[in-house]
């Protein structure tokens, strides 16, 4: 007699467990649909207390790192007196405890659990950041009548993965480039076409309120601040160039600086571990509010991480960045528009306007290329020209933000 041992690879086990809460999300809403039939006949119509009326507007954040990009929302939301519900996948999200009179928190679960309840969530408008609705685990409810994706920075709508915002009913734009990629995307899908609304990035206005009102350092510095923050994964810069271009950094003699992506200390443990045993005496940070560090520092070292308008765009500071040549964008929705149109993702257009590239040879003279960089008048002029395009809407994103949501939410219920 043998015994076979069955192996379900984790891809496979995740698209099983999509199936599944798809099936049950089925079983549930009709088993509902049934039992509200059933009470409906017993009361005679009459409204229940356990009614489960739908939430006017919901906010789904999937982790507490998002919290900068729905605060400014939230607030302007309190300011009105307007009931929102605010739902995250993480246990400590700051606002869990900030005390909001008419924003409602709730942890929902980290995961599947998370995607679980959301599949049967009953509102009128979900806002949310998040990309691959209806994709992977998170499911379209039946009973949510809108879903609205707001972007949490001024770079590319196509450079989610695969169909990141197809199923979406509205998108709130901060550039034209994101207005034009999601309109080649539906045209060449031939999927229902959004409500595209420019309304902008509230926490990019919180962040330049927060520089107009920070303190200016009382005297000049011994030496200049790099800051190196990368994205995570094949395509960033510290799995690209790691210790060669410490190295030549740290020979600069200025004081290095770096941050790696929250999910680096996760997906890339063991890269992250091995740099950090190497270069004991360089900090890495890891605060949970970037603004310090970003303000502190001199010039900015990354990849495509969108990190990179921050710093150009609000604190008007130089960059310098991966080359993409090679970037791989075959996941990404980036792929099909260049492969219909021929246009590249804006991100890698504006880059040489607003920077530097990174090669092999400019790792042999660092210290040199940063300090051309530093004063280049040419990059800021880019950058003065990436914010006008890039960044609609200065100053006023959350107003406009929260103005849309109410105007939608009485047109739905008209």
Same mark, same amino acid.
């Given at each position: 007699?043998?015994?076979?041992?069955?192996?379900?690879?984790?891809?496979?086990?995740?698209?099983?467990?999509?199936?599944?809460?798809?099936?049950?999300?089925?079983?549930?809403?009709?088993?509902?649909?049934?039992?509200?039939?059933?009470?409906?006949?017993?009361?005679?119509?009459?409204?229940?207390?356990?009614?489960?009326?739908?939430?006017?507007?919901?906010?789904?954040?999937?982790?507490?790192?998002?919290?900068?990009?729905?605060?400014?929302?939230?607030?302007?939301?309190?300011?009105?007196?307007?009931?929102?519900?605010?739902?995250?996948?993480?246990?400590?999200?700051?606002?869990?405890?900030?005390?909001?009179?008419?924003?409602?928190?709730?942890?929902?679960?980290?995961?599947?659990?998370?995607?679980?309840?959301?599949?049967?969530? +009953?509102?009128?408008? &979900?806002?949310?950041?998040? #990309?691959?609705? %209806? =994709?992977?685990?998170?499911?379209?409810?039946?009973?949510? !009548?809108?879903?609205?994706?707001?972007?949490?920075?001024?770079?590319?709508?196509?450079?989610?993965?695969?169909?990141?915002?197809?199923?979406?009913?509205?998108?709130?734009?901060?550039?034209?480039?994101?207005?034009?990629?999601?309109?080649?995307?539906?045209?060449?899908?031939?999927?229902? +076409?959004?409500?595209? &609304?420019?309304?902008?990035? #509230?926490?990019? %206005? =919180?962040?330049?309120?927060?520089?107009?009102?920070?303190? !200016?350092?009382?005297?000049?510095?011994?030496?200049?601040?790099?800051?190196?923050?990368?994205?995570?994964?094949?395509?960033?810069?510290?799995?690209?160039?790691?210790?060669?271009?410490?190295?030549?950094?740290?020979?600069?003699?200025?004081?290095?600086?770096?941050?790696?992506?929250?999910?680096?200390?996760?997906?890339?443990?063991?890269?992250?571990?091995?740099?950090?045993?190497?270069?004991?005496?360089?900090?890495?940070?890891?605060?949970?509010?970037?603004?310090?560090?970003?303000?502190?520092?001199?010039?900015?070292?990354?990849?495509?991480?969108?990190?990179?308008?921050?710093?150009?765009?609000?604190?008007?500071?130089?960059?310098?960045?991966?080359?993409?040549?090679?970037?791989?964008?075959?996941?990404?929705?980036?792929?099909?528009?260049?492969?219909?149109?021929?246009?590249?993702?804006?991100?890698?257009?504006?880059?040489?306007?607003?920077?530097?590239?990174?090669?092999?040879?400019?790792?042999?003279?660092?210290?040199?290329?940063?300090?051309?960089?530093?004063?280049?008048?040419?990059?800021?002029?880019?950058?003065?020209?990436?914010?006008?395009?890039?960044?609609?809407?200065?100053?006023?994103?959350?107003?406009?933000?929260?103005?849309?949501?109410?105007?939608?939410?009485?047109?739905?219920?008209?």
């Amino acid at each position: 007699m043998h015994n076979f041992l069955l192996y379900i690879d984790p891809g496979t086990g995740s698209m099983l467990f999509t199936i599944l809460i798809g099936i049950l999300g089925v079983i549930v809403y009709f088993a509902r649909s049934v039992f509200m039939k059933i009470k409906f006949l017993v009361t005679g119509g009459k409204k229940t207390k356990d009614s489960g009326e739908k939430k006017n507007f919901v906010i789904y954040s999937d982790h507490k790192r998002y919290w900068s990009i729905f605060k400014p929302i939230c607030d302007e939301f309190e300011a009105r007196g307007v009931k929102v519900d605010y739902l995250t996948a993480s246990p400590d999200d700051p606002v869990l405890t900030h005390g909001y009179k008419h924003i409602t928190p709730e942890f929902i679960g980290e995961g599947n659990k998370g995607f679980s309840k959301l599949n049967l969530l +009953k509102a009128d408008i &979900v806002l949310s950041t998040t #990309p691959s609705l %209806d =994709v992977f685990q998170w499911k379209r409810s039946k009973d949510v !009548k809108f879903y609205v994706h707001t972007f949490h920075s001024p770079g590319n709508a196509s450079m989610y993965r695969m169909f990141g915002l197809d199923y979406y009913d509205a998108v709130l734009l901060s550039g034209e480039h994101q207005e034009e990629q999601i309109k080649i995307l539906e045209a060449n899908r031939d999927i229902k +076409k959004k409500e595209l &609304v420019y309304a902008g990035l #509230p926490y990019m %206005d =919180v962040l330049t309120q927060r520089l107009k009102e920070a303190a !200016k350092p009382s005297e000049e510095k011994d030496k200049k601040t790099v800051l190196i923050a990368p994205s995570w994964g094949s395509n960033g810069i510290l799995t690209k160039y790691g210790s060669r271009m410490i190295d030549a950094l740290v020979k600069t003699g200025y004081e290095i600086v770096i941050r790696p992506h929250p999910q680096s200390f996760t997906a890339e443990k063991e890269m992250i571990d091995e740099l950090m045993a190497k270069y004991p005496d360089i900090e890495w940070n890891r605060d949970n509010d970037n603004f310090d560090v970003l303000m502190r520092s001199d010039i900015l070292i990354s990849d495509f991480s969108g990190v990179i308008f921050e710093y150009a765009l609000i604190f008007d500071k130089p960059v310098m960045y991966a080359a993409n040549s090679d970037f791989d964008l075959s996941a990404y929705d980036a792929y099909w528009i260049d492969k219909w149109t021929g246009k590249k993702p804006w991100t890698f257009t504006i880059l040489p306007r607003i920077g530097m590239e990174i090669t092999e040879e400019s790792l042999d003279d660092m210290k040199e290329t940063i300090d051309r960089c530093i004063t280049s008048s040419e990059y800021r002029e880019g950058r003065d020209s990436a914010r006008e395009a890039g960044w609609k809407c200065r100053g006023t994103a959350a107003k406009d933000t929260v103005d849309y949501l109410i105007d939608r939410h009485l047109k739905l219920n008209k």
